[in-house]
């Protein structure tokens, strides 16, 4: 399964990119963000190996993070017309995915974050999960950039959500 989906965000790409690659942010805009750490490596930085774990209603999901692309490694002084590249590969029990995300500049002081997801799928429980609800992951997807919006943009705290 693949899908894309894209988001304006009101800040200039540079500090948008910052926003999105500092861990201390995570729990602020990703819901159900339990824990992330590196289990070697720096976070965010290309070769680190994370664990992740997330809290989804009832459900407690474990999973592997790699990454495997982080363009350019510095965040800072990032030329005009280059396109931030984040990539990461994630495994957990009966799943592969990749993220692609990509930012770039859409004005001045706007950024346009687009995010390619990709998932393969194991186990029949699973297998069933994708084909029937290929949706939610897309859903998902775009839930996560918006709260990443809310939180780069206004400040929102995720976990201060009434919902």
């Known amino acids: 399964m693949k899908y894309t989906v894209s988001i304006e ?20 805009w990703l819901r159900g963000m339990v824990l992330h750490e590196p289990l070697n490596g720096v976070h965010g930085q ?8 997330l809290q989804m209603g009832q ?11 982080r363009e350019p ?4 002084g990032i030329p005009k017309d280059s396109v931030v590249q984040f990539d990461r ?17 859409a004005g001045p002081d706007t950024t346009l974050w687009m995010s390619e997801s990709e998932y393969r799928f194991s186990g029949l429980l699973m297998r069933l999960v994708g084909l029937l609800m ?15 919006k809310a939180f780069a ?3 929102k705290d995720v976990r201060d959500a009434k919902d």
């Not at 290309?46 to 774990?53: M, Y």
């Not at 290929?134 to 990443?148: C, N």
């Open 9 to 28: 965000i009101a800040l200039p790409r540079e500090r948008a990119a910052q926003l999105l690659a500092d861990p201390a942010h995570l729990p602020m």
């Open 153 to 155: 943009e206004q400040g």
């Open 59 to 69: 459900q407690k999901i474990e999973a592997t993070e790699t990454i495997t692309r």
């Open 73 to 76: 490694a510095d965040l800072h």
């Open 46 to 53: 290309l070769g680190t190996k994370s664990r992740v774990v």
């Open 89 to 105: 590969e994630i495994v957990s029990k009966g799943m592969w995915s990749v993220q692609r995300d990509r930012l770039t500049e």
């Open 134 to 148: 290929p949706g939610t992951f897309r859903k998902q997807s775009l839930q996560h950039m918006q709260d990443f």
